[in-house]
């Protein structure tokens, strides 16, 4: 996984806590245990951007820069569109 500017991301810290500590009380009580068992399910939500490339170039105006430094988990396809 990408290493962010200032640290991990609020996901990659939350499932470093979560993880031991289902697999250490998963045998205390079985809602517990559903949720140790369903811990392929925890991926975090990915968007996609799709745009042209005069919309992404646009730097400060279409807020893709914005987007980039949020350290949000995006997956951007820039198409080339001229002609």
Request: aromatic fraction near 10%.
């Amino acid at each position: 996984d990408l290493l962010l500017p200032r640290g991990r991301s609020i996901y990659h810290q939350i499932m470093e806590k979560l993880v031991p500590l289902l697999e250490k009380e998963k045998d205390s009580h079985a809602k517990i245990k559903n949720l140790y068992e369903l811990e392929d399910m925890f991926g975090r939500s990915s968007f996609w951007i799709v745009g042209g490339d005069g919309w992404a170039y646009d730097i400060g105006y279409g807020g893709l820069d914005h987007v980039i430094a949020s350290e949000e988990h995006v997956n951007i396809l820039v198409l080339d569109t001229e002609m």
